[in-house]
């Protein structure tokens, strides 16, 4: 078995506004090299809880829209089920409007998780969407 010699860095540097101060040789060891890590420590957990502020205060406009607010699919949908050994998960529907836009609805529920999702397809008098 062939021995070699490790050549390369044991884990990789981490990387941030803070990782690029570098210390001097002569303060690794001393209380200003911990007092500089506690600093950066500091800012980048205030960079954190800034970033996490803003996107808590984003979310509002990205709320979900509720479900009496989407299409309607007409009595007359194609409708298929969405099913596993455990159930009924779902449904699927597909309809055309009198414009002829084309529409699907998903309707799911899975593990808690409850989603509706609606599509609609425009096609160009060439047939392109």
């Given at each position: 078995?062939?021995?070699?010699?490790?050549?390369?860095?044991?884990?990789?540097?981490?990387?941030?506004?803070?990782?690029?101060?570098?210390?001097p040789a002569w303060r690794v060891?001393?209380?200003?090299?911990?007092?500089?890590?506690?600093?950066?420590?500091m800012k980048n957990l205030l960079a954190s809880l800034t970033a996490l502020a803003l996107a808590a205060l984003g979310g509002p406009a990205l709320a979900q829209t509720p479900a009496a607010e989407l299409a309607q699919p007409p009595q007359?949908?194609?409708?298929?089920?969405?099913?596993?050994g455990s159930g009924q998960h779902g449904r699927s529907l597909r309809w055309t409007d009198a414009q002829g836009v084309r529409w699907s609805?998903?309707?799911?529920?899975?593990?808690?998780?409850?989603?509706?999702?609606?599509?609609?397809?425009?096609?160009?008098p060439n047939g392109a969407l």
């Open positions: 078995m062939e021995n070699r010699a490790f050549t390369g860095r044991p884990f990789a540097a981490p990387e941030g506004p803070c990782v690029a101060e570098k210390l060891g001393s209380r200003d090299a911990s007092k500089s890590v506690g600093e950066c420590a007359s949908a194609q409708t298929w089920s969405i099913i596993s609805r998903e309707s799911i529920l899975l593990r808690g998780f409850v989603t509706e999702i609606d599509q609609q397809l425009r096609f160009a």
